[in-house]
């Protein structure tokens, strides 16, 4: 069974059986086949049986909160900008503002949502935006597939407001627009249902 042990200097290592099967590094974060290790302001991924160093250096690595294991993919940060990673560490997309984990990093999809120059827009896993950008994206709760998916626009008429609309792949709107879109974000079935039965509105 593998364990964290810390030395007298304040580092930290792995051990398996009392034998240590890591580097001593500031901090670990420990998952089920690999692990976060950081020192000197660095951190990358390690792999939990043979200790090699498997991703690049960067400043963050993000692992969704709760997750016991990392999935294909990651966000990385360096530069204050971040980007997907694979596992391998191969980078698979371009570096944005910020990257939501929700759909891809989480293994939930193929899509996921990203931000630069203060727009968003969905990107594929091949890096291709395949949505227009908008002022605003959030997924809703079970649907992260992004098969359809709430987008928001500023309202002109009001400096601060935004209007949300549901869309789908396409680009296309599948509902009215909402000053505040309902029930967001715990929509459930019905009340997805009932909000695309409501008329189109320009």
């Known amino acids: 069974m593998n364990e964290m042990m810390q030395n007298k200097d304040g580092k930290v290592a792995i051990f398996e059986d009392g034998n240590q099967i890591s580097d001593w590094f500031d901090y670990i974060l420990m998952y089920e086949t690999v692990y976060i290790g950081k020192k000197h302001n660095k951190q990358a991924i390690y792999d939990m049986q043979t200790g090699k160093r498997i991703s690049d250096y960067f400043e963050e690595i993000y692992i969704p909160e709760g997750f016991k294991t990392i999935t294909n993919f990651f966000i990385a940060g360096k530069d204050k900008k971040v980007a997907i990673f694979d596992i391998e560490g191969n980078q698979i997309s371009e570096w944005f503002d910020n990257i939501n984990p929700d759909g891809l990093v989480e293994g939930k999809s193929s899509y996921y949502i990203a931000s630069k120059d203060g727009k968003k827009a969905i990107y594929d896993i091949n890096g291709n935006r395949i949505t ?71």
Do not use: H
């Open 132 to 202: 227009e950008e908008f002022d605003d994206i959030k997924p809703i709760k079970g649907r992260e597939d992004f098969k359809i998916f709430i987008a928001g626009r500023r309202d002109r008429r009001y400096r601060y407001a935004r209007k949300y609309a549901i869309f789908d792949l396409e680009g296309r709107r599948i509902s009215k627009w909402f000053g505040l879109l309902p029930y967001f974000p715990f929509i459930t079935n019905d009340i997805l249902d009932e909000i695309l039965q409501t008329k189109m509105e320009v």
